[in-house]
Every structure is written in structure tokens, then in C-alpha cells.
């Protein structure tokens, strides 16, 4: 959804280049502890010097003049007040009738589809706001669950949890809220994402008392504690002593989230839960606590875990790249067909990566024999081309144990590509 539907930016928001200025322009909303004129992140994007407008003469009379902007947007185009008659009588307006709707067009439009529009009006009617009504603001402030979707620049998405103790979702004002990020697996996907894009969609559920929950939309930026102790002044006080307090319970960072939609989940489907008593050891790295093994992976071959096929094809490629570049053993490639020796490769590999795929040593041999009699191929370059596979394998981030694994496999054809 989207309240008052705005065009989504052209190009991702690295919010990991923002500036200590669109910090300040933030607490300065946030300050005034009521609904920005303007949103932030728009204030900030939007921000134009004056100096860099095209209002010349010469422009004032074309079609359409484009404002020249330094930053993210390159530029914008907006159409001029009309300054003449024939101006105004060229005014073609906008095919489409904008919408003051929340939600996207999609939406919209599978609503006028299946007749459902009379309750989706009912229900933005009814229900959805742009800013924390005070109800919404003191569930926030006594939760324990948080749902959180975001998107990468292109569009792909991840949805995690995020726990806290109740409380841990602080509300700063009616369009301001921010969370703590915690020590986790390392990955960083809502926040990669968010560095990228910074559309967020959470969900707030309440699963012990009144089993309810609350969507807020909005905008995401991440904010360092460094950051967020230069306005400890304006801080609530609970945010300092998290941030200040020591161990693994103290947040890596923030992300601040400001407001875009809020609207209840209903209450219909959401079980009542009773809290049993269970040791939580936050930020611990113990795979047994995390319970790593749950969905029993180990078993899974190294080739599905990978990707399969195309995994296989990047690993292939990148390994040929570097065989051809190098002088020692690119001679021995000279004639060969390399597409499909490829293809022969891929097809070898994925067998070794312990993929469905069957690959005899007699092919081996048969395959390398003109190789060993006509052109000396012996030890040191069978032992230079697994050297090429292993930087292969780690610079496309495979693991060290899953390496030696494969490359203890390759040994045991040493005798039969050397026609031994
Ligand atoms: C870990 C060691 C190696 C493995 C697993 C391996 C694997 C393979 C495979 C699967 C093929 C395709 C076989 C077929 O036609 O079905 C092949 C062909 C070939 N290999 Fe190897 N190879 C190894 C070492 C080497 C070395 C050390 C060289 C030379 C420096 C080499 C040079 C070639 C060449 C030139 C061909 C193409 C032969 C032709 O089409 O006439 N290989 N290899």
C-alpha cells in the first residue's frame, strides 16, 4: 500500500550515503512531534538550490521544464504554470483520475474486479491512517513481535522477525517509530535491503492478551547508535541505556521508520499464546541454542545447496576464464572446442558437487591420453589446474570444508587423467 500513491524513485536510496544533514532534517520532524508538512525522506530528497532552477525566459514557454538536481534524483520534470492563453489551451490533463486512495493500483483494480470495492472502501474508510493514532502508539509500546518486510533495489524480497522484550519498538512521535537491530547470523538481509530501498512493511502482533495485531508502512533508514547518542538530549531515556549498556544485548543499531500507513490486522484469525518459561541467550553464537540443524541440511549435496545447474555454470566459467589466462596450461586448450568442453565440465563438476549426474574414470582416461602422449601433461600441471579450481571455489565463497571435500575427489583421478 501506499498512501496517496507517489511515484517510487527511479534509482535505489543508499541510505548508507546520507549525510549528517538529512540526520539533523530527520530530529527536526521528529522534534515537532507532529506530522511533517513534507515527508523526510522526501524533504531530503527533494531539496533543491534555488540557484539550480531553470526559470529562464527561454524555458518558460516549452512544454515541460525539467528542475536540475544535484543528488539521487537527476532531475524532475514538472510542468510550468501556464503563462500564456495558448498555454492554458494546451493543457492536456492527466489520462488517468488521480487517486487519493491508499494502496497500490493493483490492488485497485482487483477490487473493481471481483466486487469487492464496496468493503475495501469501508476498510480505508475505516481503518487506514497515515501516522500512530494514540491507541496505535501504546500497542507499539507493549509488543513483542515485529514482522518486517523489505526489498531490494530490485524489488526482491525477505521478510524476518524481529524480537524484542515488550517495549523494545519505541514510538517517538505519530509518524516516527524506530527498533533495535541485535546481533544476528551476519547476513543482514532487511538491512542490505534497506540500504538499497528504503520501503519497509511491518506487522505488530499482540499473540498473549488481545490478539490483534497493527500494519505500519513506510520509509526505512538505518541509524547508528554513534549517530543517535549525538541527540541524546531528545532521546527517550530507555533508548541511552540500551544503547549504552554493555554485553550482547546491546543493539548494533537502529532503523528508524517514518510513517506512511498505519491499520489494524484484525483479530479473526490470530491464536491466543501463553508464554511458557524459556532461557533466551541473546546474541549467542551456539548452534545448538539456534537449533542450526533444525531442517537437517547437512544431508543435502553440495550441489543443490548451491544452486544446482547454474551455480555449477558460474563455477565452470569463472574456472575457464582463469585457465585460458593462464600461461603455464592455457596451451593445452589451443584446439579445443571450449563450449562444449564446457558443457563435458559442468557435467563433471556437478557429479563431484555430488549432483545427479554420472561421469566414469574410463572417460577420464580416454579423454587426457593424447593430452599425456603428445603433450607431456604429468603431475605439475594436474596439480596447477586443481590449484585454479580452488581458487575458483574460495573466490566464489564456497566453504573450506565443502572445498577440500570436492578437491579430495579430484585426487583420486590424478592416476586416471595422467593415464597411470
Ligand atoms: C582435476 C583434474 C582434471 C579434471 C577433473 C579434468 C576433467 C576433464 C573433463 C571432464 C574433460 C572432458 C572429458 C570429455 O571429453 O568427456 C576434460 C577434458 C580436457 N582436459 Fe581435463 N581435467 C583435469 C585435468 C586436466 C589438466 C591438468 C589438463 C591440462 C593441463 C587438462 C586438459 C584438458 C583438455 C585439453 C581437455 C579437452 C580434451 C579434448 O577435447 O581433446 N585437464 N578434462
Known sequence: ????????????????????????????FWKKNKPPTAVVSEEVLVETPASTQSSSPENSHTEQSTIKKSGRFAS??????????????NYVP????????PGSDGEHELQEKIAAKPRAMNFYNKQVLSFL???????????????????????????????????????LNE????YPEYRGNGVYASLGNISENPHIAMLIIDFYKDTIGLHVNGKARIIENEALLQFKDNMPASVIAEITKEG?????????????????QCSKHIPLLKKLDKRVDWGTDSEVEKKVDYFQLQDIPLYDRLGGDKAI????????????????????????????????????????????????????????ERLV????????????????????????????????????????????????
Not at 492527466?94 to 486512495?101: D, F, G, V, Y
Open 248 to 264: 550482547h544485548k546491546k543493539p548494533e543499531r537502529w532503523v528508524i521508520v517514518e510513517v506512511e500507513e498505519a491499520y489494524v
Open 1 to 28: 500500500m501506499g498512501l496517496f500513491k507517489k511515484t517510487p524513485p527511479k534509482e535505489p536510496l543508499k541510505n548508507t550515503q546520507k549525510t549528517k544533514t538529512e540526520t539533523t532534517s530527520f530530529f527536526f
Open 313 to 368: 555454470e558460474i563455477v565452470v566459467d569463472h574456472f575457464y576464464r582463469k585457465v585460458l589466462k593462464d600461461e603455464f596450461v592455457a596451451p593445452f586448450f589451443e584446439d579445443v572446442d571450449m563450449d562444449a568442453q564446457r558443457q563435458k565440465q559442468k557435467g563433471f563438476l556437478a557429479m563431484a558437487f555430488g549432483g545427479p549426474y554420472n561421469y566414469t574414470g574410463k572417460d577420464l582416461r580416454t579423454t587426457h
Open 76 to 89: 524532475i520534470k514538472t510542468k510550468p504554470a501556464a503563462t500564456t492563453i495558448n498555454d492554458a489551451l
Open 175 to 178: 509518524k516516527h517509530l524506530m
Open 133 to 171: 493514532a494514540p491507541e496505535m502508539q501504546k500497542f507499539i509500546e507493549k509488543q513483542e513481535f515485529l514482522f518486517v518486510s523489505t526489498s531490494d533495489a530490485k524489488g526482491e524480497c525477505d521478510c524476518t522477525s524481529k524480537l524484542g522484550e515488550a517495549g523494545f519498538i519505541r514510538v
Open 373 to 420: 602422449k603428445e603433450m607431456g601433461l604429468s603431475d605439475k600441471y594436474f596439480d596447477h589446474i586443481v590449484g585454479i579450481l580452488k581458487e575458483t571455489f574460495q573466490e566464489l565463497n564456497i566453504h573450506e570444508k565443502e572445498i577440500n571435500q570436492v578437491l579430495e575427489l579430484l585426487a583420486t583421478t590424478r592416476d586416471d587423467i595422467l593415464c597411470r
Open 94 to 101: 492527466p489520462k488517468k483520475t488521480p487517486s487519493i486512495l
